[in-house]
């Protein structure tokens, strides 16, 4: 097994539980700041709404760290699950028997990939999260091209 795949391997199987720790962090962190202002209270109004205080900021921070790891476990969940028998890259090691069942799970993959990467950007924006923003519309859409090049058994 290479050591891609082995990395891809033990984000999918302990990715969850980091994403899972990262979100009760960030819930943990936004309810320690309630209290605090979210907003800036001098300068221009477009000021005020554009740049979030310090408290909102790490909210944000501990959101887009949750993300991050979220992604990450979601793309090797697509990549672990497609070495069998439908991707045949040479550094995922051997491909086992082409599954027929597969032939459109490479774009299904890449659909959701995008499809989560706008939808949470959306959400993101929504609530001022900008860094959280940044993060969704930069790995989700490259990760999604990524796997969009993989080579499988399906012309």
Same mark, same amino acid.
Not at 51 to 80: G, H, K, M, N, T
Not at 85 to 100: C, L, R, S, V
């Given at each position: 097994?290479?050591?891609?795949?082995?990395?891809?391997?033990?984000?999918?199987?302990? +990715?969850?539980?980091?994403?899972?720790?990262? !979100?009760?962090?960030?819930?943990?962190?936004?309810?320690?700041?309630?209290?605090?202002?979210?907003?800036?209270?001098?300068?221009?109004?477009?000021?005020?709404?554009?740049?979030?205080?310090?408290?909102?900021?790490?909210?944000?921070?501990?959101?887009?760290?949750?993300?991050?790891?979220?992604?990450?476990?979601?793309?090797?969940?697509?990549?672990?699950?497609?070495?069998?028998?439908?991707?045949?890259?040479?550094?995922?090691?051997?491909?086992?028997?082409?599954?027929?069942?597969?032939?459109?799970?490479?774009?299904?993959?890449?659909?959701?990939?995008?499809?989560?990467?706008?939808?949470?950007? +959306?959400?993101?924006?929504?609530?001022?999260?900008?860094?959280?923003?940044?993060?969704?519309?930069?790995?989700?859409? !490259?990760?999604?091209?990524?796997?969009?090049?993989?080579?499988?058994?399906?012309?």
């Amino acid at each position: 097994m290479s050591a891609g795949m082995m990395f891809f391997g033990l984000v999918f199987m302990g +990715g969850w539980a980091a994403a899972l720790g990262a !979100l009760v962090f960030a819930v943990v962190t936004l309810v320690r700041v309630r209290q605090r202002d979210w907003t800036r209270r001098q300068g221009a109004l477009a000021v005020r709404l554009l740049l979030p205080a310090p408290a909102f900021l790490r909210f944000d921070v501990a959101l887009a760290a949750a993300a991050l790891l979220a992604d990450l476990w979601f793309v090797s969940a697509a990549i672990v699950l497609g070495t069998e028998g439908i991707f045949t890259e040479d550094w995922m090691g051997y491909p086992g028997m082409a599954d027929f069942t597969g032939r459109g799970y490479q774009a299904g993959v890449v659909s959701a990939l995008r499809a989560t990467a706008w939808w949470t950007f +959306g959400i993101a924006v929504l609530g001022r999260c900008w860094i959280t923003a940044g993060v969704q519309v930069c790995l989700l859409p !490259l990760a999604a091209w990524w796997i969009g090049t993989f080579d499988t058994y399906f012309p």
